[in-house]
Protein backbone atom coordinates (compact mmCIF):
# COMPACT_ATOMS: atom_id res chain seq x y z
CA UNK A 1 0.00 0.00 0.00
CA UNK A 2 1.14 3.64 -0.94
CA UNK A 3 -0.25 6.96 -0.78
CA UNK A 4 2.23 7.95 -4.14
CA UNK A 5 -0.46 6.93 -7.06
CA UNK A 6 -2.60 9.58 -4.69
CA UNK A 7 -0.72 11.60 -4.20
CA UNK A 8 0.99 12.11 -7.54
CA UNK A 9 -2.31 12.55 -9.10
CA UNK A 10 -3.95 15.82 -10.29
CA UNK A 11 -5.13 17.87 -7.24
CA UNK A 12 -9.04 17.36 -8.36
CA UNK A 13 -8.58 13.65 -7.93
CA UNK A 14 -6.75 14.19 -4.91
CA UNK A 15 -9.78 16.55 -3.52
CA UNK A 16 -11.82 13.87 -4.61
CA UNK A 17 -9.92 11.55 -2.48
CA UNK A 18 -10.15 13.86 0.83
CA UNK A 19 -14.01 14.37 -0.15
CA UNK A 20 -14.41 10.97 -0.08
CA UNK A 21 -12.53 10.11 3.25
CA UNK A 22 -15.17 12.94 4.85
CA UNK A 23 -18.08 11.38 3.64
CA UNK A 24 -16.83 7.39 3.71
CA UNK A 25 -16.37 8.19 8.05
CA UNK A 26 -19.21 10.58 8.60
CA UNK A 27 -21.54 8.56 6.53
CA UNK A 28 -22.30 5.41 9.19
CA UNK A 29 -22.00 7.96 12.41
CA UNK A 30 -25.22 10.00 11.21
CA UNK A 31 -26.94 6.36 9.68
CA UNK A 32 -26.23 4.06 11.98
CA UNK A 33 -26.48 6.11 15.37
CA UNK A 34 -29.75 5.33 17.55
CA UNK A 35 -30.15 8.54 18.85
CA UNK A 36 -30.17 11.48 16.77
CA UNK A 37 -28.49 14.12 18.76
CA UNK A 38 -26.05 16.84 17.94
CA UNK A 39 -23.31 14.18 17.26
CA UNK A 40 -25.67 13.20 14.63
CA UNK A 41 -26.34 16.45 12.94
CA UNK A 42 -22.35 17.50 12.70
CA UNK A 43 -21.49 13.73 11.17
CA UNK A 44 -24.21 14.70 8.77
CA UNK A 45 -23.16 18.26 7.74
CA UNK A 46 -19.78 17.04 7.20
CA UNK A 47 -21.37 13.79 5.67
CA UNK A 48 -23.52 16.48 3.04
CA UNK A 49 -20.18 18.35 2.21
CA UNK A 50 -18.22 15.18 1.75
CA UNK A 51 -20.81 13.91 -0.47
CA UNK A 52 -21.50 17.43 -2.27
CA UNK A 53 -17.71 18.13 -2.61
CA UNK A 54 -17.28 14.50 -4.12
CA UNK A 55 -19.61 14.86 -6.78
CA UNK A 56 -18.67 18.54 -8.23
CA UNK A 57 -14.87 17.27 -8.11
CA UNK A 58 -16.38 14.04 -9.95
CA UNK A 59 -17.54 15.67 -12.58
CA UNK A 60 -14.25 17.08 -13.06
CA UNK A 61 -12.27 13.87 -13.59
CA UNK A 62 -12.16 12.10 -17.07
CA UNK A 63 -13.54 9.04 -17.18
CA UNK A 64 -11.42 6.13 -18.89
CA UNK A 65 -14.84 5.34 -20.46
CA UNK A 66 -15.61 8.65 -21.97
CA UNK A 67 -19.56 8.70 -23.58
CA UNK A 68 -19.80 12.44 -24.00
CA UNK A 69 -16.77 14.98 -23.67
CA UNK A 70 -14.96 13.86 -20.60
CA UNK A 71 -18.15 12.27 -19.32
CA UNK A 72 -18.96 8.29 -18.50
CA UNK A 73 -20.92 6.15 -17.22
CA UNK A 74 -19.60 6.44 -13.26
CA UNK A 75 -20.35 10.66 -13.42
CA UNK A 76 -24.16 8.86 -13.28
CA UNK A 77 -23.35 8.52 -9.72
CA UNK A 78 -22.26 12.70 -9.25
CA UNK A 79 -25.55 13.69 -10.47
CA UNK A 80 -27.98 11.16 -8.28
CA UNK A 81 -25.88 11.70 -5.62
CA UNK A 82 -26.20 15.76 -5.97
CA UNK A 83 -29.81 15.14 -6.30
CA UNK A 84 -30.07 12.64 -3.45
CA UNK A 85 -28.46 15.11 -1.16
CA UNK A 86 -30.90 17.76 -2.23
CA UNK A 87 -33.84 15.60 -1.55
CA UNK A 88 -32.39 14.34 1.73
CA UNK A 89 -32.13 18.46 2.64
CA UNK A 90 -35.41 19.13 1.37
CA UNK A 91 -36.89 16.11 3.21
CA UNK A 92 -35.68 16.97 6.34
CA UNK A 93 -36.73 20.59 6.14
CA UNK A 94 -40.38 19.71 5.80
CA UNK A 95 -39.88 17.10 8.70
CA UNK A 96 -40.34 14.00 6.62
CA UNK A 97 -37.94 12.05 9.06
CA UNK A 98 -38.42 8.69 6.80
CA UNK A 99 -38.08 10.21 3.72
CA UNK A 100 -34.52 11.91 4.76
CA UNK A 101 -33.73 8.83 6.05
CA UNK A 102 -34.26 6.73 2.76
CA UNK A 103 -32.30 9.81 0.74
CA UNK A 104 -29.17 9.94 2.99
CA UNK A 105 -28.83 6.33 2.67
CA UNK A 106 -29.57 5.02 -0.56
CA UNK A 107 -27.06 8.15 -1.65
CA UNK A 108 -24.32 6.87 0.58
CA UNK A 109 -24.69 3.14 -0.20
CA UNK A 110 -24.71 4.00 -3.92
CA UNK A 111 -22.09 6.86 -4.57
CA UNK A 112 -19.98 5.33 -1.88
CA UNK A 113 -20.67 1.80 -1.88
CA UNK A 114 -21.52 1.18 -5.48
CA UNK A 115 -18.92 3.66 -6.79
CA UNK A 116 -16.21 3.73 -4.42
CA UNK A 117 -15.87 -0.15 -4.83
CA UNK A 118 -15.64 0.45 -8.91
CA UNK A 119 -12.54 2.94 -8.18
CA UNK A 120 -11.09 -0.56 -7.02
CA UNK A 121 -10.99 -1.67 -10.93
CA UNK A 122 -7.33 -2.83 -11.87
CA UNK A 123 -5.27 0.70 -13.16
CA UNK A 124 -7.56 3.25 -11.43
CA UNK A 125 -5.52 5.24 -9.23
CA UNK A 126 -6.65 3.99 -5.82
CA UNK A 127 -6.54 0.17 -7.34
CA UNK A 128 -2.69 1.37 -7.55
CA UNK A 129 -2.51 3.19 -4.16
CA UNK A 130 -4.14 -0.26 -2.26
CA UNK A 131 -2.68 -3.08 -4.36
CA UNK A 132 0.34 -1.65 -6.38
CA UNK A 133 0.39 -2.01 -9.90
CA UNK A 134 -2.75 -3.18 -12.05
CA UNK A 135 -3.70 -5.86 -9.45
CA UNK A 136 -7.11 -8.23 -9.81
CA UNK A 137 -7.16 -8.24 -5.90
CA UNK A 138 -9.53 -5.33 -6.39
CA UNK A 139 -11.94 -7.63 -8.28
CA UNK A 140 -12.55 -9.80 -5.03
CA UNK A 141 -12.38 -6.56 -2.66
CA UNK A 142 -15.31 -5.74 -5.21
CA UNK A 143 -17.10 -8.64 -4.77
CA UNK A 144 -16.49 -8.50 -0.91
CA UNK A 145 -17.57 -5.05 -0.72
CA UNK A 146 -20.92 -5.75 -2.73
CA UNK A 147 -22.06 -8.44 -0.62
CA UNK A 148 -21.00 -6.60 2.38
CA UNK A 149 -23.00 -3.44 1.27
CA UNK A 150 -25.94 -5.79 0.18
CA UNK A 151 -25.53 -7.10 4.16
CA UNK A 152 -25.82 -4.04 5.44
CA UNK A 153 -28.53 -2.56 3.48
CA UNK A 154 -31.08 -5.64 4.21
CA UNK A 155 -30.01 -5.23 7.98
CA UNK A 156 -30.59 -1.40 7.91
CA UNK A 157 -34.15 -2.14 5.47
CA UNK A 158 -34.77 -4.60 8.13
CA UNK A 159 -34.69 -2.54 11.32
CA UNK A 160 -36.51 0.48 10.02
CA UNK A 161 -39.52 -1.70 8.45
CA UNK A 162 -42.74 -1.53 10.63
Known amino acids: MSLDPILSSAPIVQLHVLFACL ?7 AMFRRKRDRLHKI ?9 LGLALTGLGIKSNI ?3 AHFGPIHVFSIL ?6 EAIWAIRIGDIARHRRSMQST ?7 AGLFTLLPGRTLNRALFGEP ?14 LWAL ?3 QRDRTLP
Do not use: H, Q
Request: a positive charge; proline letters at 2%; zero cysteines.
Open 108 to 114: WFGALGV
Open 43 to 51: AGYVGVVGM
Open 23 to 29: ALLSGPI
Open 81 to 86: ATWGMA
Open 153 to 155: WRM
Open 135 to 148: SAAGYVVIAMGLLG
Open 66 to 68: AVL
